[in-house]
């Protein structure tokens, strides 16, 4: 049984008469232990993704179609209160900017215990005990001291240690990490992602990891759904995609996978891959301006399996 089940989720802002569609039949589900990674572009529409599944979209924005299954609750169906005794407790979110999410006026210890505090899960005098396990587990070789510090007095990496802390302390069962390394350098980036990896293996916990970087989706994720415009285009497991990628955003993807010794290059062979007229954010491709080999591969309203578990959308002609 699927652990996560997302089935034709739709989402739109603005009113009805100026609506932008920012995803749109969007299906996709994740097995207990499992690692999928959801990979695109900025702005083709990961991030709502992940925020419709717990309910967190900002308010100008709206699921207008689908249905959300966790453990086979309907979430979109849950009220709010059922919502929040998931949120957190099991599903946890490891956001990209660790400034945000973390609170600069509370200390490190208390701050990612809040969780169980939240959730009644311990009592007060268990908590400094716990606090000192998860920076221990999270890597801090110091923790008693880190335990007493403020957010602002710890490095970009330490700081995402600590939410990955706070992540796991309720041991949810599945953590939703949104771009969670991209503000690090590569080297810290790596022990980070091995942190996460080797607690999930060793947890059975689920995990979504969203990502705009092939090389970390070649690393830690078993399937992979390639998000463009607000659309999957392509999925498959890891293994498949990389030898038989087929959508041309897929392929313009891989080529910009940054070798560690260059700058990291924008993603310009995507737009030269797929010549698109009006660039990323949610907006269509320019079918017009395809070459007929292009529009074989253009987005259309049904995903098609190439080959078993392979599913690439073509291009209605
Ligand atoms: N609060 C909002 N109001 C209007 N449009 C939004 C809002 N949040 C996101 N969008 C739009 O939805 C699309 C998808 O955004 P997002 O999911 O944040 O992209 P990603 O995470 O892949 O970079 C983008 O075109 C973005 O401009
Ligand atoms: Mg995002």
Same mark, same amino acid.
Do not use: W
């Given at each position: 049984m699927n652990l996560l089940e997302v089935q034709n989720l739709s989402v739109a802002f603005g009113s009805e008469e100026d609506e932008f569609v920012a995803i749109d039949d969007v299906s996709f589900s994740i097995a207990k232990g499992e690692t999928v990674a959801l990979i695109g572009e900025s702005g083709s529409g990961k991030s709502v993704t992940s925020l419709s599944i717990l309910g967190l979209l900002p308010a100008n924005g709206g699921i207008r179609n689908g249905r959300i299954f966790y453990?086979?609750?309907?979430?979109?169906?849950?009220?709010? *209160?059922?919502?929040?005794?998931?949120? &957190? *407790? +099991?599903?946890?979110?490891?956001?990209?900017?660790?400034?945000?999410?973390?609170?600069?006026?509370?200390k490190v210890g208390k701050q990612i215990t809040e969780g169980l505090v939240y959730?009644?899960?311990?009592?007060?005098?268990?908590?400094?005990?716990?606090?000192?396990?998860?920076?221990? +587990?999270?890597?801090?070789?110091?923790?008693? +001291?880190?335990?007493?510090?403020? @957010? &602002?007095?710890?490095?970009?990496?330490? *700081?995402?240690?600590?939410?990955?802390?706070?992540?796991?302390?309720?041991?949810?069962?599945?953590?939703?990490?949104? +771009? @969670?390394?991209?503000?690090?350098?590569?080297?810290?980036?790596?022990?980070?992602?091995?942190l996460m990896n080797e607690y999930k293996k060793t947890t059975a916990t689920s995990l979504l990891l969203i990502t705009h970087d092939f090389g970390l989706v070649a690393e830690y994720a078993d399937r992979v759904l390639v998000m463009f415009g607000g659309k999957i285009v392509e999925s498959a497991d890891v293994f498949t995609l990389f030898k038989n990628p087929i959508h041309p955003y897929t392929k313009g993807l891989m080529e910009s996978i940054p070798k560690i010794e260059e700058p990291k290059e924008h993603l310009q062979t995507i737009r030269d891959a797929v010549s698109l007229q009006h660039g990323f954010g949610g907006r269509k491709f320019a079918p017009e301006t395809f070459s007929a080999d292009e529009k074989v591969y253009h987005s259309s309203s049904t995903l098609i399996e190439v080959e078993p578990g392979h599913h690439v959308r073509f291009f209605d002609i």
């Amino acid at each position: 049984m699927n652990l996560l089940e997302v089935q034709n989720l739709s989402v739109a802002f603005g009113s009805e008469e100026d609506e932008f569609v920012a995803i749109d039949d969007v299906s996709f589900s994740i097995a207990k232990g499992e690692t999928v990674a959801l990979i695109g572009e900025s702005g083709s529409g990961k991030s709502v993704t992940s925020l419709s599944i717990l309910g967190l979209l900002p308010a100008n924005g709206g699921i207008r179609n689908g249905r959300i299954f966790y453990n086979d609750k309907d979430l979109l169906a849950l009220p709010d *209160k059922e919502l929040q005794k998931i949120r &957190g *407790k +099991e599903i946890s979110m490891i956001f990209q900017d660790a400034s945000v999410s973390l609170n600069p006026s509370m200390k490190v210890g208390k701050q990612i215990t809040e969780g169980l505090v939240y959730h009644r899960l311990m009592n007060r005098k268990e908590l400094r005990r716990e606090a000192l396990r998860l920076l221990t +587990e999270v890597g801090f070789n110091n923790p008693t +001291e880190v335990f007493d510090q403020y @957010p &602002g007095q710890l490095s970009g990496g330490m *700081k995402q240690r600590a939410l990955i802390a706070m992540a796991i302390s309720c041991k949810p069962q599945l953590i939703i990490a949104d +771009e @969670p390394t991209t503000a690090l350098d590569v080297t810290i980036q790596k022990q980070i992602l091995d942190l996460m990896n080797e607690y999930k293996k060793t947890t059975a916990t689920s995990l979504l990891l969203i990502t705009h970087d092939f090389g970390l989706v070649a690393e830690y994720a078993d399937r992979v759904l390639v998000m463009f415009g607000g659309k999957i285009v392509e999925s498959a497991d890891v293994f498949t995609l990389f030898k038989n990628p087929i959508h041309p955003y897929t392929k313009g993807l891989m080529e910009s996978i940054p070798k560690i010794e260059e700058p990291k290059e924008h993603l310009q062979t995507i737009r030269d891959a797929v010549s698109l007229q009006h660039g990323f954010g949610g907006r269509k491709f320019a079918p017009e301006t395809f070459s007929a080999d292009e529009k074989v591969y253009h987005s259309s309203s049904t995903l098609i399996e190439v080959e078993p578990g392979h599913h690439v959308r073509f291009f209605d002609i």
